[in-house]
């Protein structure tokens, strides 16, 4: 089993498109895919039609002591062999809980070690907040894809973001491959071409050489839910940003439960 963490510190960048579009490509393929819904935002869960009312059972149960499995709160979804955990606003209440209760950072990697052999991939939409629920994502994934948006000012996001993931690096004493998917690209502005020049300058070997233009099909996020393949420029970006991230050979294979 392989866990991504799919995180950026700001928001609006892709990060739920990008686990959607992942997720559905590896699950398509055959792959047994979970996906887990980090944010109390829930942009996931309710792509999928998961309704807010009343709270679904999901990703805060991992972190009370109600000893919900993750097995357990994993649904069904549309898509063959895709199954998801939903989030709830409950967990914006847990960063709070997080400061005073040890251990909690490493509560997601405990409960994925319990179903290693159920799942090929594990995808985790990261919140845009530094806190217990990114921490616990980046200390149980065996990579990092970060989505970043080509302008200038996302830039300076991604410096924060790969210096957190180096951070996070080098307490847990495991490496933590990251790869920068640059999206939500228009190679009409001068920006947006100079952003993703700088971008490959400064992080080469680290960067999709593509780029995930801007697609208005994408933004229609519960078509991305269903397993008729979506068209259009983005859809296809996606499939080979997919493609490219699972021929990057240096992740490391976790040990067998
Ligand atoms: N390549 C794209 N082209 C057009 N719209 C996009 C693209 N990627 C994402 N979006 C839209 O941009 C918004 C932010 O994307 P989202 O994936 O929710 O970002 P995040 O999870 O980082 O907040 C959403 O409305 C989404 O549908
Ligand atoms: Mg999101």
Not at 42 to 47: H, M
Not at 186 to 196: A, F, K, N
Request: with cysteine; glycine share 8%; charged share 20%.
């Amino acid at each position: 089993m392989q866990a991504w963490a799919i995180a950026n510190q700001k928001g609006g960048v892709g990060k739920t498109t990008t686990t959607l579009c992942l997720a559905r490509g590896l699950a398509l393929a055959g792959q047994r895919v979970l996906l887990i819904d980090l944010d109390p935002h829930a942009s996931l869960t309710r792509a999928f039609g998961v309704p807010a009312n009343p709270p679904p059972a999901g990703t805060h149960d991992l972190f009370d002591n109600s000893g919900a499995s993750l097995a357990s709160l994993a649904r069904a979804t549309q898509i063959d062999g895709l199954k998801l955990i939903a989030a709830q606003p409950a967990l914006a209440t847990l960063e709070r809980r997080g400061a005073t209760q040890p251990g909690l950072g490493l509560a997601l990697g405990r409960a994925l070690h319990a179903v290693q052999p159920l799942y090929d991939h594990v995808l985790l939409d990261c919140p845009p907040t530094l806190g217990l629920l990114m921490v616990n994502a980046l200390a149980a994934a065996d990579r990092l894809v970060v989505p970043t948006q080509t302008d200038p000012l996302a830039l300076h996001g991604l410096a924060d973001m790969l210096r957190t993931a180096e951070m996070v690096e080098r307490s847990r004493r495991r490496p933590l491959p990251q790869h920068v998917l640059p999206t939500l690209y228009d190679r009409r502005t001068r920006s947006g071409v100079h952003s993703l020049e700088l971008l490959h300058d400064r992080y080469e070997g680290r960067v999709w050489p593509g780029a995930v233009p801007m697609d208005t099909r994408l933004r229609d996020a519960p078509a991305l839910t269903t397993a008729i393949a979506p068209s259009g420029r983005g859809a296809d970006a996606y499939r080979r940003a997919l493609a490219w991230l699972l021929a990057q050979h240096h992740v490391p294979q976790r040990q067998a439960a």
